[in-house]
């Protein structure tokens, strides 16, 4: 159980928070006089956040859970 619940955070909350804030950014170039302005700070903030997350869950499903040896059966 305790790989399936490092599996869920280092996947699915990385997953939301990234695609999350990367919606965000997408909303702030469109509407910039609505949330808030391009270069700002606040926007380089979010772009912060959007890197780290989705570089977290790339890392993640990279390494993968587990050995090599229990990924693969020798036939």
């Known amino acids: 159980?305790?790989?399936?619940?490092?599996?869920?955070?280092?996947t699915v909350v990385p997953l939301l928070v990234g695609f999350s804030a990367v919606g965000l950014l997408v909303l702030a170039?469109?509407?910039p006089d609505q949330l808030y302005e391009v270069g700002s700070t606040t926007y380089i903030a979010t772009a912060a956040v959007a890197l780290v997350s989705l570089g977290v869950l790339v890392w993640q499903l990279a390494v993968g859970g587990g050995s090599s040896a229990d990924r693969y059966e020798r036939l």
Request: glycine share 8%.
């Open 29 to 31: 170039a469109l509407f």
């Open 1 to 10: 159980m305790d790989g399936m619940a490092r599996q869920f955070w280092l």
